[in-house]
């Protein structure tokens, strides 16, 4: 296995934040891991071929293509960082998928949803229905959710906040609507005690992004439902849309840096079309 150690200094030198760092990482790691799974060489032996199939292989996963080209953003940094340490001979960069296919539907259907929802809550621990209600009421990236302080957390009688630091250590404000409010303070009158102050706290301390996705995949299983946190913010990212709010302000709850990343959630599901139509008097 390739040594990463010198990687993250490398990104670390570049003055990336931690998110960013955490996510070039892992996605290396998803590359080495395949490259390493079809071939003995070294990656002195990498060639121009090998990251075509590569991207082949990204797009023969379910994943959409903002999360397809977001991974060969992170593996062009990594094919730069093996070229200026002489890794390999040649610098490779793959480019980019076009982006057709990004404007399809992310999210959850609303009776997928709601399924999934009341198996939750149906099962009645708090500590995953504060983190069903908290991703359907604010949109958070699965490492923001992760990452939620106590001191974070501000809720009164009628209303509440939560700050997030998002992507490039951008601090934003979201307001907590009622169930939200309502499942954060249910779990905290159970929460496990502990030294950290971070929210989530599992039997080994402060949850990491892997055992919430796999929490939500075990109540999708129940329910027969595919479900990952970032399908939960395409989800609101969407209802939002649906609802009139202004795109200035989804941007705002979800943290884009760029408005035109928030556009994508203007999509029209094969839903919409139907219930248009349906609608129509002549």
């Known amino acids: 296995m390739l040594d990463l150690s010198g990687f993250e200094a490398y990104l670390r030198s570049?003055?990336?934040?931690?998110?960013?760092?955490?996510?070039?990482?892992?996605?290396?790691?998803?590359?080495?891991?395949?490259?390493?799974?079809?071939?003995?060489?070294?990656?002195?032996?990498?060639?121009?071929?090998?990251?075509?199939?590569?991207?082949?292989?990204?797009?023969?996963t379910s994943e959409s293509v903002v999360t397809v080209n977001r991974k060969i953003s992170s593996i062009n940094i990594f094919f730069k960082w093996l070229y200026e340490s002489r890794i390999t001979p040649d610098e490779i960069k793959i480019k980019p998928v076009k982006n057709r296919d990004a404007r399809q539907y992310k999210g959850l259907e609303e009776r997928e949803l709601r399924k999934l929802r009341a198996e939750i809550h149906r099962n009645r621990n708090k500590m995953h229905i504060c983190i069903i209600e908290i991703l359907l009421g604010t949109g958070l990236r699965v490492s923001e959710l992760c990452n939620i302080r106590l001191r974070d957390i501000e809720i009164s009688e009628r209303k509440g906040s939560l700050r997030v630091i998002g992507k490039g250590n951008v601090n934003r404000t979201i307001p907590l609507n009622k169930d939200v409010r309502k499942a954060i303070k249910d779990y905290l009158a159970v929460r496990p005690k502990d030294d950290s102050d971070f929210l989530l706290i599992g039997q080994r301390g402060a949850l990491k992004r892997n055992a919430i996705n796999l929490i939500l995949e075990k109540y999708g299983k129940r329910v027969d439902v595919e479900v990952t946190p970032h399908q939960l913010r395409h989800t609101l990212g969407y209802k939002l849309v649906k609802e009139g709010t202004a795109i200035t302000t989804i941007q705002q709850i979800l943290g884009h840096e760029n408005i035109m990343t928030t556009n994508l959630y203007t999509v029209t599901t094969e839903q919409d079309k139907a219930d248009a139509l349906e609608a129509l008097e002549w």
């Open 14 to 60: 570049k003055e990336c934040s931690h998110n960013t760092i955490s996510c070039y990482i892992r996605d290396s790691k998803a590359f080495i891991d395949w490259y390493s799974s079809r071939t003995d060489c070294g990656f002195d032996k990498l060639i121009e071929l090998d990251a075509i199939e590569y991207k082949k292989h990204l797009l023969n």
